[in-house]
């Protein structure tokens, strides 16, 4: 059963600390998204990654990271350095990113909580 | 640039009515454009999508959308509204720049059915 999977559902942080979202998919798509949902705004890009072992800064990316070493995995760090991280936040994919008619499949969310 | 207005934050209709979420866009080009679901605390799911074949474009769940680029235009309607489409619906234009493609989310719209 293809899909994208994040983990965890929910996620409870203390000011000053550092928290890593988990994003999977087995679909095979080569490209990667992250966003963040809050209300009112639709979602906001923070990073997102055409290829292994490449990412670009999305619309929001300060007090964020991520990495992709592998094509089916692309985790979200939110650090210390994020002001507001409090929020829902959506990884998704897509087969490629340079054909401007591919659309993007979702996972779950993971909504963040800072205490 | 790419942008899109959705110009209802809020619809209410009753179950069996006629469902319309109005739609705007913005684009330097011929885009793609899609329609997408949220129901609470989950993921998006692709409703229907336009990429400059037929200009009424049919979707899952009943629902369609008409493009009409002499309004900039992108309206989701569905003829009778059942009670599990109560959801968030977003309107998105692909943007496709040097850096892949991206998308461009509208603020959502809040879908409420009443029995």
């Known amino acids: 059963d293809g899909g994208i999977t994040q983990s965890p559902k929910y996620l409870f942080r203390k000011e000053g600390q550092n928290v890593t979202l988990s994003c999977e998919q087995n679909?095979?798509?080569?490209?990667m998204y992250w966003y963040r949902q809050d209300p009112g705004q639709g979602l906001r890009l923070i990073y997102y990654s055409q290829i292994v072992n490449d990412f670009q800064k999305g619309d929001i990316a300060e007090g964020y990271s991520v990495s992709r070493e592998k094509k089916e995995s692309f985790p979200l760090t939110v650090t210390s350095a994020q002001k507001n991280p409090t929020a829902f936040y959506l990884c998704?994919?897509?087969?490629?990113?340079?054909?401007?008619?591919?659309?993007?499949?979702f996972g779950p969310g993971t909504r963040l909580t800072v205490l | 640039a790419q942008s899109v207005t959705q110009l209802d934050s809020h619809v209410s209709v009753s179950e069996g009515t006629p469902v319309l979420l109005r739609c705007n866009y913005s684009?330097?080009?011929?885009?793609?454009l899609f329609w997408y679901v949220q129901h609470p605390n989950k993921g998006l799911q692709l409703l229907l999508k336009?990429?400059?074949?037929?200009?009424l474009v049919k979707g899952i769940n009943g629902f369609e959308a008409e493009f009409k680029k002499s309004e900039t235009s992108f309206h989701l309607t569905k003829p009778s509204a059942h009670m599990s489409d109560a959801a968030e619906y977003f309107c998105?234009?692909?943007?496709?720049?040097?850096?892949?493609?991206?998308?461009?989310f509208g603020a959502g719209t809040i879908l409420r059915v009443k029995s």
């Open positions: 684009s330097s080009y011929s885009p793609s």
């Open positions: 336009y990429t400059s074949a037929a200009t």
């Open positions: 998105v234009v692909s943007h496709l720049g040097l850096d892949g493609n991206k998308l461009v």
């Open positions: 998704a994919s897509s087969r490629t990113s340079g054909t401007y008619n591919n659309e993007q499949f």
């Open positions: 679909l095979n798509h080569d490209a």
